[in-house]
């Protein structure tokens, strides 16, 4: 009997050869029009990204800026805030909100009654 399971070819260990033609491929003029793209970099890709607006997509749930009032009311129920999970300002679902680092951010899921809160950080 030989080694190995029965049916089974065996693997050769030498490295495979890459088959490479060799010469210069002919391409009709029509094609050779390279697609110039703009390339986006620094600011101008924050600008780009910031025209997005995620907040209408269905799988992304409503984001709301508390008011100082809020925030004091949330404070005595909780305690300190900066115990809070955080959220970063660059964040795409709190963009339209502009939210400063400290702000809490209330998030409602249509599916739980209870809201999150976060605090944004830098």
Known sequence: MGEGVPGL????????????KKGVKEVPAEKKVLKKEKVVIGA??????????ISSHILVPKHIK????EV?????RIGDL???PKIRIDDPAIAKLKAKPGDVIKILRPDEPVPYYRIVVA
């Open 9 to 20: 070819a065996k693997k050769s260990t030498k490295p495979r050869k890459k088959r490479v």
């Open 44 to 53: 101008e890709k924050k600008e780009a990204e910031a025209e997005i607006d």
């Open 66 to 69: 508390l008011s100082e009032e």
């Open 72 to 76: 004091k009311e949330l404070e005595n």
């Open 82 to 84: 900066q115990l809070l």
